[in-house]
C-alpha cells in the first residue's frame, strides 16, 4: 500500500511505495505512464547513482544512494532509492533499508508545505546527505578506539574490526563520489533551465553537502589506510624478528650437537680414557657456543 501527500496549495503531490510490494509498483507505473524499465531500476538493490530521462512522457528518474542504518557482516553499506518526477508528482521508492528516509521527507514537506515539486526533491536529496556525516562520524570514532586496542596489542580480532571499518568507508566513498555526479549531471541537464532561481539554490546546496560528503570519507579512507598499512608494517617487522631469532637459535643449538656427535663416533678419539672427558666435551661446547653467540650479536647490531 502507497501513501499519498499534496502540498504546494494541492498544485503537487508526493507517492512513496513500498518495493517489496512489485505488483503494485508496476500498477502505479502504469497508470503514471512509467516506462517499465524505470521498474527494473527501482527493484535493483544493487543498482549506482544515475539520472535518466524519457523526454516522451516527460519523466525524470534519479537514483540516489542512502546510508543503510543496519551493518551488514559488521560494516556499513549504502542503499539506492529511487525518485520520479511525473505530472506534477514526486514518486519515491523505498525498502525496510531506507524507509527512515521516507519519514524525514515526511517531516520535511510538514515545515515547509509550500515546497515546490523540485524544491521537494532537491530537498530529499540534501536530508539523505546530511545522513551520512553521523555515520562518518561514528566511524571515526570506532577507528581511533580500535587504534587505541592496537596499540596495546595487535591482535587478529582487532585488525578484523580495522578491516570492517575500510569495507564500510569504501561504500561510503564510491556512493558520496555517484551521488555527486548524479547533482552535476542535473545542473547540465536540459531540465535545469526550467527550474526557478529557488529551485536552483536548493540544487546548489545540494551539491556542496554532497561534496563535502566526497572530502570527509575520502579523508576517512586515507587515514584507515594508512593506520592499516602501518599495523602491517609493524606486523611483518615483528615477524621478521621471531624468524631472526629462531635463526640465531637454530644455529646456536648446532654448536652442541657437532661436538656430541663428533666425539660419540665410534672411533679412538682424544679423550676417550679421561674420566673428565664429557666435563671437557661440555666445556668445549659452552665456549664455542658463547663464542659464537657474541659474534652473531655483533653482526645483527
Do not use: C
Not at 121 to 138: A, K, M, T
Amino acid at each position: 500500500m502507497y501513501t499519498k501527500e499534496v502540498f504546494n496549495n494541492k498544485m503537487n503531490s508526493w507517492i512513496n511505495i513500498d518495493a517489496e510490494n512489485e505488483d503494485e509498483l508496476k500498477n502505479l507505473y502504469r497508470d503514471y505512464g512509467i516506462d517499465s524499465e524505470f521498474v527494473d531500476y527501482s527493484l535493483d538493490r544493487n543498482e549506482r547513482a544515475h539520472l535518466d530521462y524519457d523526454k516522451e512522457t516527460d519523466v525524470l528518474l534519479l537514483i540516489f544512494n542512502a546510508p543503510n542504518r543496519r551493518k551488514i557482516d559488521n560494516h556499513y553499506e549504502t542503499v539506492p532509492m529511487t525518485f520520479i518526477v511525473v505530472k506534477q508528482t514526486l514518486i519515491t521508492v523505498t525498502n525496510q533499508q531506507s524507509k527512515y528516509i521516507f519519514f524525514e521527507i515526511k517531516n520535511y514537506l510538514e515545515k515547509n508545505p509550500k515546497s515546490t515539486l523540485f524544491e521537494l526533491l532537491f530537498g530529499s536529496l540534501f536530508i539523505i546527505s546530511d545522513h551520512y556525516f553521523p555515520f562518518v562520524e561514528g566511524m571515526d570514532r570506532d577507528r581511533k578506539r580500535i587504534s587505541n586496542l592496537l596499540k596495546e596489542k595487535t591482535t587478529k580480532q582487532n585488525l578484523l574490526l580495522l578491516s570492517d571499518l575500510e569495507t564500510g568507508i569504501v561504500y561510503f566513498v564510491t556512493a558520496s563520489r555517484q551521488n555527486v555526479l548524479l547533482v552535476q549531471q542535473i545542473k547540465s541537464h536540459g531540465i535545469y533551465r526550467r527550474l526557478s532561481d529557488q529551485e536552483k539554490e536548493s540544487l546548489d546546496d545540494v551539491l556542496i553537502e554532497a561534496q563535502q560528503l566526497v572530502e570527509m570519507t575520502q579523508l576517512s579512507s586515507q587515514i584507515l589506510q594508512q593506520l592499516s598499512g602501518t599495523y602491517n608494517n609493524v606486523l611483518n617487522n615483528n615477524l621478521n624478528d621471531t624468524m631472526r631469532v629462531l635463526t640465531v637459535l637454530s644455529v646456536l643449538l648446532t654448536i652442541p650437537t657437532i661436538v656430541s656427535g663428533f666425539f660419540g663416533m665410534n672411533m679412538p678419539l682424544p679423550l676417550e680414557h679421561n674420566a673428565s672427558g664429557w666435563i671437557i666435551t661440555i666445556l668445549v661446547s659452552l665456549v664455542l657456543w658463547f663464542g659464537l653467540y657474541y659474534l652473531l650479536r655483533k653482526l645483527m647490531k
